[in-house]
């Protein structure tokens, strides 16, 4: 029998501050800019991706060669579970860590069945951003070690990575880029919120295991899982800071 994970709840946009909702809401214009260039050529994120890239294989990563950012070592790819019924599949972004000039170190774990990437190998998985069929995010989650092979590292410092995910160039799709290095930006408290509950849910898996790595334990792929809708995300930060100023 398998443990109850803790709880998790989605940020609350009146509890940010008023600096942190500006960088917010200029993310989402970003992302909006993204979808309307794409629009204007009948395009999305994800038919953009798989662009030119053959027959849609589940599990497959698209582009075949995964996308990376050579200064800020942020890394992602596309891909799809056949028995997902909920999505149409989902986009997956790293930091790779063992790039960095001054690596952070990993979770020091107890008990590990499975070995780490480490060294120039070593990887850090941020989050996963659910598509549904019309290729729209539609969600974000964590997941175990296992599911993505990454290094673990402890939610402080994931955190600290997420802001310089950036992928700034054109390859395979300007948009596309522009669009997955904006929607870290936008959902960055969801994306804290998800990676705290991740730690949390892992320390009450050990407890509920002891002796086993849980890190490994296919039980638990899908720790956490937020559902997310851009524009009633952008509506609630507007409306929190209208709020503000009517007050002051």
């Not at 038919?47 to 027959?55: A, D, P, S």
């Not at 909920?86 to 960095?100: C, D, N, Q, S, V």
């Not at 490994?216 to 956490?224: P, Y």
């Amino acid at each position: 029998m398998t443990p109850p994970l803790p709880p998790l709840a989605a940020p609350v946009a009146t509890a940010l501050g008023a600096g942190v909702r500006a960088a917010l809401l200029a993310a989402g214009d970003e992302i909006r800019e993204c979808y309307r260039a794409l629009e204007r050529g009948g395009l999305n994120v994800v038919g953009e991706i798989l662009r030119g890239q053959g027959e849609f294989v589940e599990y497959e990563h698209y582009p075949r060669e995964e996308v990376g950012d050579a200064d800020s070592r942020a890394q992602y790819y596309y891909h799809a579970h056949r028995d997902d019924t909920t999505e149409h599949g989902h986009f997956h972004a790293f930091i790779r860590t063992g790039l960095l000039d001054a690596p952070p170190a990993p979770y020091a774990a107890m008990h590990v069945d499975e070995a780490w990437p480490e060294g120039k190998e070593a990887i850090a998985h941020l989050v996963a951003i659910a598509m549904d069929d019309w290729g729209y995010p539609v969600g974000l989650f964590t997941t175990n070690r296992w599911v993505t092979g990454e290094t673990w590292y402890p939610a402080s410092t994931v955190k600290a990575l997420v802001p310089r995910f950036a992928i700034d160039h054109a390859n395979p799709s300007w948009p596309v880029n522009r669009w997955i290095t904006a929607m870290l930006r936008l959902f960055r408290p969801h994306i804290d919120g998800l990676l705290a509950h991740r730690d949390a849910a892992i320390e009450v898996w050990q407890q509920a295991f002891p002796g086993r790595d849980a890190f490994a334990d296919r039980r638990l792929e899908v720790i956490g899982y937020l559902p997310i809708d851009v524009e009633a995300w952008l509506a609630e930060l507007r409306a929190a800071s209208e709020l503000r100023a009517s007050i002051s």
